[in-house]
């Protein structure tokens, strides 16, 4: 795709409270873009939490036994692990307000049941199906946003038909971020056991190293998923785009990424106040689909304008 097709050259990028208001915008121009977080809170708010608990608990319990060094600790975790709504993996992707928050307090319609998952086939196909509902509704709602957002000619039949592929390439582009995630951490990691082994307490030294790569890599491939939309890039391209957007743009970045985090955690503190009774639990779902695509568009507004001074284009 040409970046005629995007954004002019000779536009100078906007201010970051700028880009925010102009997602607004387009969200209240286009309010049917809130639809997929609304039916994603709303499975939250009336559906069933999936979880792998019976499987999982007994897992934790052979490890737990084995006796071994961190047995304890592992086993707990993976007990634990179990008790988590395996639907939430949505949520990770998809702006949710009542997806892993605290229900004490809230207004609840009716009961929250659960299912839980006591065979390993069922547990692992289970796993598998949400993860390919995740990417299927994130690639969907992305070139949803980046389609209004830049204003793109889209019909829904050629959406449709380019979220399996995006898909694809967001399940990519996570394999190649945690791959050398743990390419870069793997030798800080050895090293750490190899001290632990001898004796030696450096925690308070390697866990900043693998936090500072952590954060690193967090920052450097931010718009990466934002590549994928409006670019139309592959897993590599897309790291490799944000990667260059960033480095030219470090300051703007990192202000956009502190004002979208700190926006995002204080309208969670506002929506979990509100959401006590059914009008506020209303306005709660209404008013975090809203902020959450704002926010969401601001950020390929702010990849689209800064990639396009850059004069390159995908592979």
């Not at 592992?74 to 998809?94: K, P, S």
């Not at 086939?121 to 390919?132: K, N, R, S, Y």
């Given at each position: 795709?040409?970046?005629?097709?995007?954004?002019?050259?000779?536009?100078?990028?906007?201010?970051?409270?700028?880009?925010?208001?102009?997602?607004?915008?387009?969200?209240?121009a286009r309010p049917?873009?809130?639809?997929?977080?609304?039916?994603?809170?709303?499975?939250?708010?009336?559906?069933?939490?999936?979880?792998?608990?019976?499987?999982?608990?007994?897992?934790?319990?052979?490890?737990?036994?084995?006796?071994?060094?961190g047995s304890e600790r592992a086993g707990d975790f993976l007990t634990h692990l179990g008790t988590v709504d395996i639907a939430g993996m949505v949520a990770m992707l998809v702006p949710s307000f009542l997806a892993g928050i605290d229900r004490e307090g809230l207004?609840?319609?009716?009961?929250?049941?659960?299912v839980a998952i006591d065979a390993w086939a069922f547990g692992l196909g289970a796993v598998v199906a949400m993860i390919v509902i995740t990417v299927g509704v994130f690639a969907l709602f992305g070139l949803w946003l980046a389609d209004a957002g830049i204003s793109r000619?889209?019909?829904?039949?050629?959406?449709?038909?380019?979220?399996?592929?995006?898909?694809?390439?967001?399940?990519?582009l996570v394999a190649l971020i945690l791959g050398l995630?743990?390419?870069?951490?793997?030798?800080?990691?050895?090293?750490?056991?190899?001290?632990?082994?001898?004796?030696?307490?450096?925690?308070?030294?390697?866990?900043?190293?693998?936090?500072?790569?952590?954060?690193?890599?967090?920052?450097?491939?931010?718009?990466?998923?934002?590549a994928l939309f409006v670019a139309g890039a592959g897993p590599t391209d897309s790291m490799r785009l944000?990667?260059?957007?960033v480095r030219r743009h470090i300051w703007p970045t990192l202000s956009f990424a502190l004002a979208t985090l700190l926006l995002s955690l204080g309208l969670s503190e506002v929506w979990e106040?509100?959401?006590?009774?059914?009008?506020?639990?209303?306005l709660a779902i209404l008013g975090s689909a809203f902020a959450g695509s704002s926010?969401?568009?601001?950020?390929?507004?702010?990849?689209?304008?800064?990639?396009?001074?850059?004069?390159?284009?995908?592979?």
């Amino acid at each position: 795709m040409n970046k005629e097709e995007t954004a002019t050259k000779a536009d100078p990028p906007s201010s970051v409270t700028q880009l925010i208001a102009d997602g607004a915008n387009i969200v209240l121009a286009r309010p049917l873009l809130v639809l997929i977080p609304l039916l994603v809170d709303l499975h939250f708010l009336l559906g069933w939490r999936i979880t792998l608990r019976p499987v999982m608990e007994r897992l934790g319990a052979d490890v737990h036994s084995s006796d071994r060094f961190g047995s304890e600790r592992a086993g707990d975790f993976l007990t634990h692990l179990g008790t988590v709504d395996i639907a939430g993996m949505v949520a990770m992707l998809v702006p949710s307000f009542l997806a892993g928050i605290d229900r004490e307090g809230l207004y609840a319609p009716v009961s929250h049941g659960s299912v839980a998952i006591d065979a390993w086939a069922f547990g692992l196909g289970a796993v598998v199906a949400m993860i390919v509902i995740t990417v299927g509704v994130f690639a969907l709602f992305g070139l949803w946003l980046a389609d209004a957002g830049i204003s793109r000619n889209r019909s829904w039949a050629e959406r449709l038909r380019q979220a399996p592929i995006t898909g694809l390439r967001i399940l990519g582009l996570v394999a190649l971020i945690l791959g050398l995630m743990l390419l870069l951490t793997l030798p800080i990691g050895l090293a750490w056991v190899a001290t632990a082994i001898a004796g030696a307490q450096m925690q308070g030294l390697f866990l900043p190293l693998i936090a500072f790569i952590g954060i690193a890599l967090i920052v450097l491939f931010y718009f990466a998923p934002e590549a994928l939309f409006v670019a139309g890039a592959g897993p590599t391209d897309s790291m490799r785009l944000s990667a260059q957007v960033v480095r030219r743009h470090i300051w703007p970045t990192l202000s956009f990424a502190l004002a979208t985090l700190l926006l995002s955690l204080g309208l969670s503190e506002v929506w979990e106040r509100m959401a006590g009774n059914p009008p506020g639990m209303l306005l709660a779902i209404l008013g975090s689909a809203f902020a959450g695509s704002s926010l969401a568009i601001a950020s390929m507004l702010f990849f689209n304008e800064r990639w396009k001074s850059l004069d390159i284009e995908p592979a």
